[in-house]
T-cell receptor
Framework: DVKVTQSSRYLVKRTGEKVFLECVQD?????MFWYRQDPGLGLRLIYF???????EKGDIPEGYSVSREKKERFSLILESASTNQTSMYLC???????????FGSGTQLSVL | DAKTTQPPSMDCAEGRAANLPCNHS???????VYWYRQIHSQGPQYIIH???NNETNEMASLIITEDRKSSTLILPHATLRDTAVYYC??????????FGAGTILRVKS
């Protein structure tokens, strides 16, 4: 089965720090996604990418950037972490259009 | 915004069929219906998808009405491990999943 691996399960950072969340998939998928999940707000799309070096904004891109230098790796960057970015972050990948989307286990980020 | 409407919660007895409804009255002709579920503290998991025909796999069955305005996910013999949030999603352009609030299914012994 496809494996989507997120580098950390739990992360604690300070306000103002630059934070990198890493995601790697092992099935040569073109599409990769970053979501955040908050109680009462559900899963919301931050950024996505359909190919290496491509990126597109999702519904809530403010305060985030992404990097996709290699096909298997999609990084989410918090340039200057703030407390309102405390959340569960989920990475996902898929092959082509209308394909199954596979999710990682998530990173619970706390910004203090 | 999500293009589907689901009941906020449902209960089901263990061993019985769980029937989860979804309304997607504005679905367009080339949009698929997808179902995912999320068990507590895990990432969402794909269950099944369909366009207009009924579909079945090892996890569930998907029944789509003829007018495609609604669908039902059927878990034929629910177990306690099926307790989860179930999301019905109409797939938009580009394989993006737009999640609504979903249905909390509680399977009880």
């Amino acid at each position: 089965d496809v494996k989507v691996t997120q580098s950390s399960r739990y992360l604690v950072k300070r306000t103002g720090e630059k934070v990198f969340l890493e995601c790697v998939q092992d099935m040569d998928h073109e599409n990769m996604f970053w979501y955040r999940q908050d109680p009462g707000l559900g899963l919301r799309l931050i950024y996505f990418s359909y190919d290496v070096k491509m990126k597109e904004k999702g519904d809530i891109p403010e305060g985030y950037s992404v990097s996709r230098e290699k096909k298997e790796r999609f990084s989410l960057i918090l340039e200057s972490a703030s407390t309102n970015q405390t959340s569960m972050y989920l990475c996902a990948s898929s092959l082509g259009q209308r394909a199954r989307v596979f999710f990682g286990s998530g990173t619970q980020l706390s910004v203090l | 915004d999500a293009k589907t409407t689901q009941p906020p919660s449902m209960d089901c007895a263990e061993g019985r069929a769980a029937n989860l409804p979804c309304n997607h009255s504005t679905i367009s002709g080339n949009e698929y219906v997808y179902w995912y579920r999320q068990i507590h503290s895990q990432g969402p998991q794909y269950i099944i998808h369909g366009l207009k025909n009924n579909e079945t796999n090892e996890m569930a069955s998907l029944i789509i009405t003829e007018d495609r305005k609604s669908s039902t996910l059927i878990l034929p013999h629910a177990t306690l491990r099926d307790t989860a949030v179930y999301y019905c999603i109409v797939m938009e352009y580009g394989n993006k999943l737009v999640f609504g609030a979903g249905t909390i299914l509680r399977v009880k012994s």
